[in-house]
């Protein structure tokens, strides 16, 4: 048990005298990072410029520095307008039990994939689970809206088994969101699980052998070596998962949504749609972005710090 | 052998049911959506199509394959997903590498970690990037395509976790016998890594493949779209409330079955080359054993 | 992982988030030589032009009345539709209407870039373009949204075509423009005429009932007059089991409601106008002055209506979910027995309902009137579906009308015998068999029709055209299918193709339009978006749209309708209301 520690990488390297001067040598480390520093550079740094317009009245015509200077004035109305803190809880409630499910949920599937010990199962369930990912929510948002209507299939299974009234599912504001975290979930987590599954596959398999032989049940084994050599990457994913707390899934919303659920399921997005891009107004959609990246960074920051502290592990 | 008792094969017998209802929930709205792109547009356009097709016909496959730019969207396509992966994969082992490297050693890692991180929340969005790209007179090249998305944080950071999670006693081993950071990379973290590479180059192939915004907004002639771009624009969804159509222009609506048949041309490259890929999950841990 | 999740949606409302702009200065450095070269072009014009000036007849821009003499370049951006094909060989730049039209009218067309135009692609290049800063090409066609025509007006870069239209559009095209008073407004500023509308068939657009003719016959069903005769329709259509399949699942009508209740189809806003108001849009008060029809007394009983249906099932359960083009799907699968939509739906989507159901027929019908004979539908707003501005810096901003006065004249409604008679060119969207018909058909004679890439659509240059398709005259639809209507005999070659390519269903249709196009209401605000609707529209129609879903679906009483109203008022709508009239007032006075 005691190589537990060293698997998952939790520590600091070990120092001897003869190779301190070489990992002193890091001029070949920053060669390395050299590539990815420009291109972020120019890529991600330089366009950074563009969201100077949150503070302006900006008109496309005009040109970011010819609009007018209006300071934080659409911050001011994005705090002001008379729906915004439902949109924002929404938002965080809907996003929020999405991040938690997403990563509860593809850990236990890898787990239990981990003890299938046939390739062939393994691989082919591993495939077909990632396959949602790939569908399109303009075209998942068509097929849930047939299923879950009052005359669908879900309504149809209710009446015969149980004898239920149809249910207006996509109509009803907790029924939206729970429909809108199942099915995030469902389309979320054989991406997950693939993540999960390549960090397990670095285990060296002696370990278990170890464990075997000092008669520890497979339970134990999954406790004390399967779990800790899936901490790492789960806090990592974890962490970086709650800079999302702000963005509860465009996408999904916009195309299941309506005005029946605006009260529990608009979120901030769909609402910086119908404001921004139907009146043309993007400085406030800027303003918007730059509020939900400011929190989003700010939970990351927090998230490394605890998990720096709790678990001892710089996640990055 | 803990798999002959008879608590873990009764719980064998549940596990294999979960992962067959997780894999029948899976595989279910993808046959639907193969039952509609081999339906007639009737049928699928009205919601009519279950499982199976409706009218059997594979017009909306057909019509994408017969479209004169087909094959030179699928040619592009390739090369971006080829150069786009490596290009990315490159990046992002290379810096993954040094970031691994604990800060007692490599002081300044830390201001690049958070130099990394802080774009993954803060983008300036699509005009300034589009500027950036039109200045750097990288409009319709495939560079436009491959070099704005090439670093991609994200993975880097869990690239950057799977490395440090690499026991170091190969390193020392390495490095005692003299041995710089790029050999050290190359000889041990890499192919100790496999499992994790062969992951991240998925996704990095899926992401390549299935992009097509950038092509709209970088290439600006429609004919050298990659496949994306192009199979996004042969499909409409037609909103006729500003627009008095044509009786020409209304036959060519029945858009459903040639989304659906895009959707699974999308999947198609995670069907070929995931299985291809999952080989090195055992290979990863064969190497493993190795080293012990 | 879904931080850099790249949503197709988001992105291209990625407008909002991020948008910035380098200096006026910074244009794209690949126009330039198109620019150049264009200067250069016409100078050469110019010169050419003058030198032939001495023989007479050669106007001071270089055209000799047909065209000009030196060739002139035009250059403009394009967003392909996906009704263009082409043969192999031919493109976008270089085409048999590129050929022609440098030819015959020396007009050369050059792209700065061309973008196939679906999901709002020519609209999102459009905008970048704008905002980037990059130099705009001679002449903008668009086609959607007024927001982004505003946008382009006000970038100050195009210029008023007022002169220029009244100087060089010829009488086919002033005649159409005239048709409506009111087709400059959206574009007016300040009394400049800044854009020139891209005229279409009139009455396109205006409702109609469409009901199943085959369950109307089966149950005995007699045309309806009032809203009451409806009522017993839909009644019998839910009730009476129309498709005789023994179940309770046959609708009344199929609408939907999700986005707006002023559909364009599978609409619902003719029953508010059975109680003299539409939704969604301004109608005038009998004191003159404009008023906002949601909130009209007329909504709240239109609403109640809407509640019973709801109850007895003549609407689908799921309406609160639709949009236009989910209600649609409800008739065209054969569950609901009524629809309101325009006179073109049997070319698309009724073809999906033969297709269906087997043996199912349907029919137009006048809309039905209201408890007090009231009656009322959208549409007479201007034939306009689309508009062009005219860069300031352009060599030859007259080029454009004579392009489009080229087409009215040639085109829109071709002699007998002329050149354009049976289509654009032989080999392309027609041809002549041996014993002198003609074919529109490339797969039946793919020898006549050579170098088609895909048979299964006819190549049609027309779609070619600057101006889309080639020219329309807003009054010639309209006439012509109601003289066939009437029984009379095809004459020109316009009518003959109408009474070819129409189905009957259509052409009663038309016919029933003209009959109630007393019954339009028009939407009276024409003008930018005021600034008050900047700020509020977003919460004001939440409040409406959700106010109206929540009294059909009985989750809220009806007399919310008045606290709705209350609160419109009070969060700007009052301020709207004040600004929409002052934009009347002073668009009216001119």
């Not at chain 2, 049928?43 to 016909?57: E, K, M, Q, Y």
């Not at chain 2, 950057?160 to 020392?172: D, H, I, L, S, V």
């Not at chain 3, 106007?59 to 967003?79: A, C, Q, R």
Request: net charge neutral.
């Amino acid at each position: 048990m005691g190589t537990v520690g060293k698997v998952t990488g939790i520590g600091t390297p070990v120092r001897r005298k003869g190779i301190k001067g070489f990992l002193r040598r890091t001029w070949p480390l920053h060669v390395m990072l050299l590539p990815a520093v420009v291109l972020q550079f120019i890529f991600g740094y330089l366009p950074l410029g563009g969201l100077v317009i949150a503070f302006k009245d900006y008109k496309p015509y005009d040109g970011i520095w010819g609009s007018k200077w209006v300071g934080l004035d659409h911050f001011k109305f994005m705090f002001e307008y008379p729906d915004s803190k439902q949109v924002i809880l929404n938002t965080t409630l809907i996003a929020g039990l999405k991040i938690i499910f997403n990563i509860v949920v593809p850990f236990c599937f890898a787990l239990l994939l981990n003890e299938v010990r046939r390739n062939s199962v393994k691989r082919t369930v591993q495939t077909l689970v990632y396959l949602p990912y790939f569908i399109s929510w303009v075209f998942l948002g068509g097929i849930l809206n047939d299923m879950l209507s009052t005359d669908g299939i879900i309504n149809m299974l209710l009446h015969n088994w149980f004898g239920l009234d149809p249910i207006l599912f996509l109509g009803s504001g907790n029924w939206f969101r729970f429909i809108v975290v199942l099915t995030d979930v469902w389309q979320q987590f054989g991406f997950g699980t693939i993540v999960y599954l390549a960090a397990l596959a670095g285990v060296n398999p002696s370990l278990y052998e170890a464990a075997e032989v000092d008669g520890a049940n497979r339970w134990r084994q999954t406790l004390s070596i399967t779990i800790p050599s899936l901490a790492p990457i789960v806090i990592v994913v974890g962490t970086l998962a709650i800079g999302n707390i702000m963005n509860a899934g465009f996408d999904q919303i916009f195309n299941l949504y309506n005005p029946l659920v605006y009260d529990k399921g608009d979120i901030i997005d769909t609402f910086v749609y119908r404001t921004g891009i139907l009146n043309g107004q993007y400085s406030f959609g800027t303003a918007v972005g730059i509020f939900k990246s400011i929190v989003g960074f700010v939970l990351i920051v927090i998230g490394y710090r605890v998990a720096y502290k709790l678990a001892d592990y710089k996640i990055f | 052998m803990y798999y002959k008792t008879t608590g873990y094969r009764l719980f064998t017998v549940l596990n294999y049911c979960i992962l067959l209802l997780a894999g029948i929930l899976c595989i279910l709205p993808i046959i639907h959506i193969l039952a509609i792109s081999f339906s007639a547009s009737a049928p699928a356009n009205s919601h009519l199509v279950g499982l199976w097709p409706v009218d059997f016909n594979i017009e909306s496959y057909t019509k994408t394959l017969n479209n004169p730019n087909f094959s030179r969207a699928f040619v592009i396509s390739l090369g971006r997903t080829v150069l786009g992966t490596f290009m990315t994969m490159s990046v992002i082992i290379l810096a993954g590498y040094a970031l691994s490297k604990d800060a007692s050693v490599f002081k300044s890692r830390n201001i690049y970690a958070w130099y990394f991180v802080f774009t993954m929340l803060f983008t300036g969005g699509m005009i300034p990037s589009y500027i950036v790209v039109r200045n750097l007179h990288l409009m319709d090249t495939i560079w436009a395509l491959v070099l704005p998305g090439a670093v991609q944080v994200f993975n880097m950071i869990l690239l950057m976790n799977f490395f440090k999670a690499t026991p170091k006693e190969m390193e020392e081993a390495a490095l005692i016998d003299g041995a710089g950071h790029f050999t050290v990379l190359f000889r041990v973290y890499l192919p100790l890594a496999m499992p994790s590479i062969a992951t991240l180059s998925l996704f990095s192939i899926v992401g390549n493949w299935n992009a097509w915004f950038d092509g709209l907004l970088y290439i600006n002639n429609y004919r050298n779209y990659p496949l994306a771009t192009f199979l996004q624009t042969i499909i409409v969804q037609q909103d006729f409330s500003k627009l008095n159509p044509d009786v020409n222009e209304l036959k060519n609506i029945s858009q459903r079955t040639v989304k659906a048949a895009q959707i699974f041309i999308g999947i198609l490259p995670v069907l070929i080359v995931y299985p291809f890929l999952q080989r090195f999950f055992v290979k990863g841990i064969v190497l493993g054993a190795i080293k012990e | 992982m879904q931080l850099k999740r790249v949503s197709s949606v988001l992105l291209v409302s990625a407008l909002a988030f991020s948008v910035t702009a380098c200096s006026g200065n910074g244009n794209n450095a690949q126009n330039e030589p198109a620019a150049t070269k264009a200067a250069a072009e016409s100078t050469n014009a110019g010169g050419n032009a003058s030198a032939t000036n001495a023989a007479g007849n050669v106007d001071e821009t270089g055209w000799d009345g047909s065209k000009y003499v030196e060739p002139i370049t035009l250059t403009t951006v394009k967003g392909i539709g996906t009704n263009y094909f082409f043969k192999n060989g031919e493109t976008m730049e270089n085409n048999v209407m590129q050929s022609y039209m440098k030819d015959n009218l020396g007009i050369d067309v050059k792209y700065d870039w061309i973008v196939t135009d679906t999901n709002d692609a020519y609209k999102t290049k459009l905008r970048l373009m704008l905002s980037s800063g990059e130099k705009m090409p001679d002449v903008i066609t668009y086609r959607g949204d007024m927001e982004t025509v505003n946008m382009l007006i006000d970038s100050g870069q195009f210029m008023d075509i007022g002169d220029l239209f009244d100087k060089y559009a010829g009488d086919n095209y002033k005649k159409g423009v005239e048709l409506n008073a009111y087709t400059w407004l959206p574009v007016t500023r300040d009394g400049q005429r800044m854009a020139l509308p891209v005229l279409d068939y009139a009455y396109n657009d205006d409702m109609l009932l469409w009901l199943r003719q085959d369950w109307m016959d089966k149950l005995g069903l007699q045309p309806p007059k009032t809203l009451a005769d409806f009522e017993a329709i839909m009644d019998a259509f839910v009730n009476k089991d129309p498709d005789g399949n023994g179940k309770k699942d046959t609708l009344g009508i199929a609408t939907g409601f999700k986005n707006t209740f002023l559909g364009w189809m599978g609409d619902i806003s003719w029953l508010f106008g059975d109680y003299g108001t539409l939704p969604g849009q301004w109608n005038k008060s009998a004191d003159g002055t404009l008023t906002y029809g949601s909130i009209d007394p007329g909504a709240k009983q239109a609403l109640a209506t809407l509640k019973t249906w709801m109850d007895k099932g003549y609407i689908s359960k799921d309406s609160g979910l639709k949009d236009e083009n989910g209600a649609a799907e409800l008739f065209t699968k054969g569950q609901a027995g009524a629809l309101v939509g325009r006179n073109w739906m049997p070319d698309w989507p009724f073809g999906d309902l033969l297709n269906n159901v087997p043996g199912a027929k349907y029919k137009g019908y006048p809309l039905p009137a209201g408890p007090d004979g009231k009656i009322g539908a959208q549409s007479g707003n201007p034939s306009v579906n689309g508009w062009m501005l005219i860069n300031k810096d352009a060599k030859n901003p007259e080029a454009l009308l004579r392009y489009y006065n080229f087409f009215f004249d040639n085109w829109a409604n071709p002699e007998k015998g002329s050149e354009f008679e049976n289509g654009f060119a032989e080999g392309y969207d027609w041809a002549k068999l041996p014993d002198g018909t003609i074919t529109k058909d490339p797969q039946k004679y793919p020898d006549l029709f050579p170098d088609y890439a895909d048979r299964t659509h006819l190549v049609e240059p027309i779609y070619y055209t600057l101006t889309f398709e080639g020219a329309r005259q807003p009054s010639l639809y309209a006439d012509t299918m109601s003289k066939l209507a009437n029984g009379e005999a095809p004459v020109t070659p316009y009518e003959i193709q109408s009474a070819a390519i129409r189905k009957p269903e259509n052409i009663e249709a038309m016919k029933i339009v003209l009959e109630q196009k007393d019954i339009r209401m028009k939407n009276y605000f024409q003008g930018p978006l005021t600034e008050t609707m900047k700020q509020k529209n977003e919460l004001l129609n939440k409040l409406i749209n959700q106010t109206y879903s929540k009294i059909i679906y009985g989750q809220s009483p009806i007399d919310e309708f008045d606290t709705m109203v209350d609160n419109w008022k009070k969060s700007g709508g009052d301020q709207i209301t004040k600004e929409v009239n002052d934009w009347y007032n002073s668009a009216s006075s001119k």
